[in-house]
């Protein structure tokens, strides 16, 4: 099982907390550090520092690690131009040495959208544009050197762009898409995606919803197996019910609803239910949801006695 730190920084955290958090992942083994796309806290709360952008942040990572993969759970699409965001995260991927994974939806808290001023058209029209832009950013990567990339959508037009500068990773990076539509998402998934995610949802909808892409794989003539299954989990495991009371608490849930719902409990308790996704989803990733970014010993615990356990 290949384990992922995934962060919100918009809850509260400078740049220098998730440069420490991405540090201290990569040195425990994680495979790679991803954040939220978001501007504002979710909450009633300040969400003091502010927010940070995502690509600029993962830019900076970029240049502060060496190994560790990094991307977006995921870029919102109404945040963005996707002629800019092309040459935006191509140049993460060069400053990083090709390793960006680039995750991509439609956009979705309203509040956010309002209080900067952002439009979020409804959402059929939210995914039109989400579907334009998916393909303007692989065409734009895709497009050889020395070509130029047009397009000529309802949302969209691009005249001989001259599609650079082109990614470190060829043709391009892995795009992650994921969500719970029924039809075009899968549908998306299918022509796009390396990878597809399931976010904070029952195994049993996991189920439903990779049997969907699967099948629209197959539809677009594709091998299911070339698309990775992946979810995505929040974080609270302790050595003791002490240690996971007051990790539970620090980010103000309940650890029952934990339980229920997260990866939470004993050091066994995460084992057990790290298997329980893998047999019964067939997940072979899982985003781990870090919401307390200065308990740095949480994913190292993680790390040190969950791992390993799932290596056997």
């Known amino acids: 099982m290949d ?60 240049r502060e690690t060496s190994t560790i993969r990094l991307g977006t759970l995921v870029t919102a699409a109404t945040f963005r131009h996707p002629s800019m965001l092309a040459i935006s995260v191509a140049q993460v991927d060069r400053m990083s040495g090709g390793r960006v994974d680039f995750g991509l939806g439609s956009g979705w808290y309203a509040d956010e959208h309002t209080a900067y001023g952002l439009d979020l058209p409804p959402l059929k029209k939210r995914f039109d544009i989400y579907a334009e832009q998916l393909a303007i950013l692989t065409g734009l990567w895709e497009t050889p050197e020395g070509e130029t990339f047009s397009f000529d959508g309802e949302h969209y037009k691009l005249v001989d762009a001259p599609a650079l500068p082109k990614p470190a990773q060829s043709p391009r990076p892995p795009i992650v898409l994921g969500g719970g539509g029924k039809k075009r998402t899968p549908e998306l998934a299918a022509r796009y995606a390396d990878e597809f995610n399931i976010p904070f949802s029952p195994r049993s909808f996991a189920v439903e919803q990779f049997a969907r892409v699967d099948t629209a794989a197959e539809a677009a ?92």
């Open 221 to 312: 003539g594709r091998d299911p197996k070339s698309i990775i299954h992946s979810a995505a989990l929040v974080l609270a495991v302790g050595r003791d019910e002490a240690e996971l009371e007051r990790r539970a608490k620090a980010i103000g849930r309940e650890v029952s609803e934990l339980r229920q719902n997260g990866l939470a409990g004993t050091v066994a308790e995460a084992v057990d239910t790290i298997g329980k996704w893998r047999e019964e989803t067939g997940v072979t990733r899982l985003y781990l949801q870090v919401l307390d970014m200065t308990d740095l010993d949480h994913i190292e615990l993680v790390a040190s006695e969950v791992a390993p356990q799932l290596a056997q």
């Open 3 to 62: 384990l992922r730190i995934f962060t919100e920084p918009q809850q509260g955290a400078s740049y220098d907390d998730q440069v420490r958090l991405a540090k201290a992942a990569e040195a425990a083994g994680y495979s790679a550090f991803f954040r939220s796309d978001h501007i504002m806290r979710m909450g009633d709360s300040s969400g003091l520092p502010g927010p940070t952008d995502a690509w600029i942040t993962l830019a900076g990572i970029a």
